[in-house]
């Protein structure tokens, strides 16, 4: 008995470890786009900013026409291997060229030329991991129905993104040495190499997740993809007051994020030059290299008080705490000049970093009890829908926050003559400032503001449930007065309304 026990422990770890690798794409290719890819563009490739962001931005636009389109056909597949494992194995070739492509520009020497190329590029790239990534996020609640075994998911796979995020920093640092703006040029044929070094492990992400995960059977909805049956069954969701709630967080936050990430780099070329650090016993790192893995620490650690809070007061409950701290991190930020201390410039990451865990691991956690919720309302289980339409919302988010970049840069007057600390004051500086402080300080306040009461608990998702298999057992569900006034809350509908209230006595 205790060996099958052990059997079935190693079993379950395996499981969930292969699930959490599957984040490895959505996490740590945007972790490196987000982080270097603009600064690439820009002082590699020699493309003006405002060319640069268009670049990521329309690439994005295109997202919000494959995403919504990927997340109703997942709801639609039907196969032995189960609605969002095929996509996970399709993706997998593609997000490997694709990678490999971005970081290369195959001897096309003009402006016009490289800005199409990598403009076809980032396409190509964002479609592929989008064929991982959407699929993926449908993928847990088909997997997990307890609402805090759920969270439990929820934690490795951000904390799996945490150190894919990191060792990804220390594959491009390893391979691309950068300590001014200048040095980008000469740094070209190892991009190349680093694109490749990459592409293997971000398409390995999906590939283990298809591998070691199971998937159980639901309901598919019978009708085919269609354009119109696309735009009502979004409607659908957006009737839902607590999808919308999760929708804003979500969208938000990687507004936020990718605003941050977007400058950081060219932040630090700005303030402090991209100095090194001999470290004892450990060897000689870069500042960019240390700062971005100093806050990525400490967003890997709030993961511990994230967990201890959900586990007390639901999973919202870490917004009360890792809000007020992101908010006074970004209000650092904007103190810091190249005459101070950069003590002063760690504290500020520490906190920011602590705090970010708001902005992305928990508004993520919150995504997979959603399709309980829905299908009370609808009879539906539209898990992919759920993870189309929100993909859609965060890339868009992403779009906005690099083409905003691009063009406050540029119109701010920020190039590569004067992106060093003796140049680079004044208004080049002011405009990575609004990028990198104050666009996440204004953004953090009203997303905090808007989290504050969260109506989806453990025990409310639980008698959701636990309505809805009794309406599909017997045709009916018994719902009382309580029960009532607690799912209008969640929804923001009257119980009439909803498919779990049709046929009741």
Same mark, same amino acid.
Request: net charge neutral; glycine share 8%; aromatic share 12%.
């Given at each position: 008995?205790?060996?099958?026990? #052990?059997?079935?422990?190693?079993?379950?770890?395996?499981?969930?470890?292969?699930?959490?690798?599957?984040?490895?794409?959505?996490?740590?290719?945007?972790?490196?786009?987000?982080?270097?890819?603009?600064?690439?563009?820009?002082?590699?490739? =020699?493309?003006?900013?405002?060319?640069?962001?268009?670049?990521?931005?329309?690439?994005?636009?295109?997202?919000?026409?494959?995403?919504?389109?990927?997340?109703? #056909?997942?709801?639609?597949?039907?196969?032995?291997?189960? #609605?969002?494992?095929?996509?996970?194995?399709?993706?997998?070739?593609?997000?490997?060229?694709?990678?490999?492509?971005?970081?290369?520009?195959?001897?096309?020497?003009?402006?016009?030329?490289?800005?199409?190329?990598?403009?076809?590029?980032?396409?190509?790239?964002?479609?592929?991991?989008?064929?991982?990534?959407?699929?993926?996020?449908?993928?847990?609640?088909?997997?997990?129905?307890?609402?805090?075994?759920?969270?439990?998911?929820?934690?490795?796979?951000?904390?799996?993104?945490?150190?894919?995020?990191?060792?990804?920093?220390?594959?491009?640092?390893?391979?691309?040495?950068?300590?001014?703006?200048?040095?980008?040029?000469?740094?070209?044929?190892?991009?190349?190499?680093?694109?490749?070094?990459?592409?293997?492990?971000?398409?390995?992400?999906?590939?283990?997740?298809?591998?070691?995960?199971?998937?159980?059977?639901?309901?598919?909805?019978?009708?085919?993809?269609?354009?119109?049956?696309?735009?009502?069954?979004?409607?659908?969701?957006?009737?839902?007051?607590?999808?919308?709630?999760?929708?804003?967080?979500?969208?938000?936050?990687?507004?936020?994020?990718?605003?941050?990430?977007?400058?950081?780099?060219?932040?630090?070329?700005?303030?402090?030059?991209?100095?090194?650090?001999?470290?004892?016993?450990?060897?000689?790192?870069?500042?960019?290299?240390?700062?971005?893995?100093?806050?990525?620490?400490?967003?890997?650690?709030?993961?511990?008080?994230?967990?201890?809070?959900?586990?007390?007061?639901? =999973?919202?409950?870490?917004?009360?705490?890792?809000?007020?701290?992101?908010?006074?991190?970004?209000?650092?930020?904007?103190?810091?000049?190249?005459?101070?201390?950069?003590?002063?410039?760690?504290? #500020?990451?520490?906190?920011?970093?602590?705090?970010?865990? !708001?902005?992305?691991?928990?508004?993520?956690?919150?995504?997979?009890?959603?399709?309980?919720?829905?299908?009370?309302?609808?009879?539906?289980?539209?898990?992919?829908?759920?993870?189309?339409?929100?993909?859609?919302?965060?890339?868009?988010?992403?779009?906005?926050?690099?083409?905003?970049?691009?063009?406050?840069?540029?119109?701010?007057?920020?190039?590569?003559?004067?992106?060093?600390?003796?140049?680079?004051?004044?208004?080049?500086?002011?405009?990575?400032?609004?990028?990198?402080?104050?666009?996440?300080?204004? !953004?953090?306040?009203?997303?905090?503001?808007?989290?504050?009461?969260?109506?989806?608990?453990?025990?409310?998702?639980?008698?959701?449930?636990?309505?809805?298999?009794?309406?599909?057992?017997?045709?009916?569900?018994?719902?009382?007065?309580?029960?009532?006034?607690?799912?209008?809350?969640?929804?923001?509908?009257?119980?009439?309304?909803?498919?779990?209230?049709?046929?009741? !006595?």
């Amino acid at each position: 008995m205790k060996l099958q026990e #052990a059997k079935e422990k190693v079993a379950q770890g395996s499981h969930l470890l292969s699930y959490a690798a599957g984040n490895m794409l959505g996490g740590g290719s945007q972790m490196i786009t987000s982080l270097y890819y603009l600064n690439f563009l820009i002082f590699a490739m =020699k493309l003006p900013p405002l060319l640069a962001g268009l670049v990521t931005g329309i690439s994005k636009v295109w997202d919000g026409v494959v995403d919504p389109i990927l997340g109703v #056909a997942v709801d639609r597949t039907k196969t032995r291997l189960g #609605a969002c494992r095929p996509w996970l194995l399709a993706s997998v070739a593609p997000v490997f060229v694709s990678y490999i492509m971005l970081w290369n520009h195959w001897g096309i020497g003009s402006t016009a030329g490289r800005f199409v190329y990598f403009l076809l590029a980032s396409i190509l790239f964002s479609t592929a991991a989008s064929v991982g990534t959407v699929p993926y996020e449908a993928l847990l609640p088909r997997m997990i129905e307890n609402y805090d075994e759920r969270a439990n998911y929820s934690v490795l796979r951000s904390l799996l993104a945490g150190m894919t995020n990191a060792l990804s920093v220390w594959v491009f640092e390893a391979m691309i040495q950068i300590k001014e703006t200048a040095d980008y040029a000469a740094q070209i044929p190892n991009f190349s190499k680093m694109g490749v070094v990459l592409g293997l492990i971000f398409a390995a992400a999906p590939l283990i997740a298809f591998l070691g995960s199971k998937e159980k059977n639901k309901v598919v909805v019978p009708e085919a993809v269609s354009f119109s049956g696309i735009f009502r069954q979004y409607g659908s969701l957006l009737r839902s007051r607590i999808y919308r709630r999760t929708l804003f967080l979500n969208i938000a936050g990687a507004f936020v994020s990718y605003c941050c990430t977007a400058v950081q780099i060219i932040f630090i070329l700005l303030v402090f030059n991209n100095l090194n650090f001999k470290l004892p016993l450990v060897g000689t790192f870069s500042l960019i290299f240390l700062a971005v893995n100093w806050e990525g620490a400490w967003e890997v650690m709030s993961f511990v008080t994230s967990t201890l809070l959900m586990n007390k007061g639901g =999973k919202h409950a870490p917004f009360k705490l890792n809000f007020p701290l992101h908010i006074l991190g970004n209000l650092l930020f904007l103190f810091i000049t190249k005459d101070a201390p950069l003590w002063f410039f760690f504290v #500020a990451l520490a906190l920011s970093g602590f705090g970010a865990s !708001c902005i992305s691991f928990i508004p993520s956690c919150l995504l997979p009890d959603l399709p309980d919720v829905e299908e009370a309302i609808s009879g539906k289980q539209l898990e992919g829908s759920m993870a189309g339409l929100l993909n859609l919302g965060r890339q868009l988010a992403q779009g906005l926050a690099f083409l905003l970049s691009g063009a406050l840069l540029e119109a701010f007057g920020l190039n590569e003559d004067n992106a060093t600390p003796a140049l680079g004051v004044g208004l080049p500086l002011m405009s990575v400032k609004i990028l990198y402080a104050v666009i996440p300080l204004v !953004c953090g306040i009203a997303m905090w503001a808007y989290s504050r009461r969260w109506p989806l608990t453990a025990e409310r998702h639980l008698m959701i449930q636990s309505k809805v298999a009794q309406k599909r057992g017997v045709g009916v569900a018994v719902i009382s007065d309580e029960e009532r006034a607690i799912l209008e809350e969640v929804t923001g509908l009257p119980l009439e309304s909803m498919w779990i209230a049709e046929s009741m !006595c």
